[in-house]
């Protein structure tokens, strides 16, 4: 009787330790289960605009999209255009939130004719352009004279054009002028022939003229190598208004979890995975610019 006296006191204590265990423990449990749910962000979606995806982009913003959404719980979602014109005009429409497919010069002169107010929020990457042939010449000197070559005729990239014309000896511009066309050509000993098309359209009038200047995006789906090309532009401090952007609308820091969604976009960007992806897929011709130093 004793004994069993015993046992059945010794099975109440440990029955009532093991209760006590587990509520005290409840709390904790509940408090770390709060504390997670509430460290995690809270699901969001953000529309990027891009310029139709190639290999690079994809590549690129796959590891972006993964580090977003572990980092952030951001969602991307993209909205793809097939022309200069469109990107910038969805983003003041407010049709997307953030667009990634141009240059600081070519947003300032969009702002400037369109009335925007669009910002640049980070920077991406540089990109030289190149003139390319498919008439079997190793450099300009090789042009021909009445040679025709092919230039974007968007405001900003036409100028660009002209100048790399004027820094591969081809041409001279007038001086002052911030934004060259064709009418500023000064002198042209070769009687080069301007030829102005959609900056999508240059590879493909390489059919029907000397050489083309050709946009980066653009190189690889008509089958062209980066070194091919018979000029590049160079790198200098000259260069800066050729970094591309992230761009924004004026008030994108108004909305605190949209911008929180937007720094981690940036944070999965400027990684040195993007850096890594930027020179393999653009045979080393492109160059991360967040971190880059002009000289």
Do not use: C
């Not at 969602?75 to 200069?84: E, L």
């Amino acid at each position: 009787m004793i004994n069993q006296g015993i046992k059945k006191t010794a099975y109440i204590s440990l029955a009532t330790l093991a209760v006590s265990t587990l509520a005290l423990a409840a709390p904790a449990l509940h408090s770390a289960t709060t504390a997670n749910a509430k460290s995690k962000p809270k699901a969001i979606t953000v529309k990027v605009g891009l310029m139709t995806m190639d290999d690079e982009d994809k590549a690129e913003w796959k590891v972006i999209s993964n580090y977003a959404k572990k980092h952030g719980n951001v969602t991307i979602k993209y909205v793809q255009f097939t022309d200069y014109s469109q990107p910038n005009k969805a983003l003041k429409n407010g049709d997307i939130d953030l667009n990634a497919f141009q240059h600081y010069f070519f947003l300032d002169n969009w702002n400037k004719e369109n009335n925007g107010n669009l910002k640049p929020i980070a920077k991406t990457v540089i990109a030289p352009i190149r003139l390319y042939t498919k008439k079997g010449y190793k450099s300009v000197k090789d042009l021909p004279d009445k040679a025709q070559i092919a230039i974007p005729n968007d405001a900003t990239n036409e100028g660009r054009s002209l100048v790399a014309l004027q820094t591969a000896g081809l041409i001279t511009l007038k001086k002052g002028v911030a934004l060259a066309t064709p009418s500023d050509i000064a002198s042209n000993p070769k009687h080069i022939k301007i030829v102005l098309v959609d900056a999508a359209q240059t590879a493909r009038s390489l059919s029907s003229v000397d050489a083309a200047f050709i946009n980066n995006t653009f190189v690889s789906a008509a089958g062209l190598k980066f070194k091919s090309a018979i000029f590049v532009e160079p790198v200098n401090k000259a260069s800066k208004k050729w970094i591309n952007v992230i761009a924004a609308r004026p008030n994108y820091k108004k909305n605190k979890a949209k911008y929180a969604a937007y720094k981690e976009i940036i944070k999965g960007y400027q990684q040195k995975k993007i850096k890594q992806l930027i020179k393999k897929y653009s045979d080393g011709t492109s160059l991360a610019a967040w971190d880059i130093k002009l000289k």
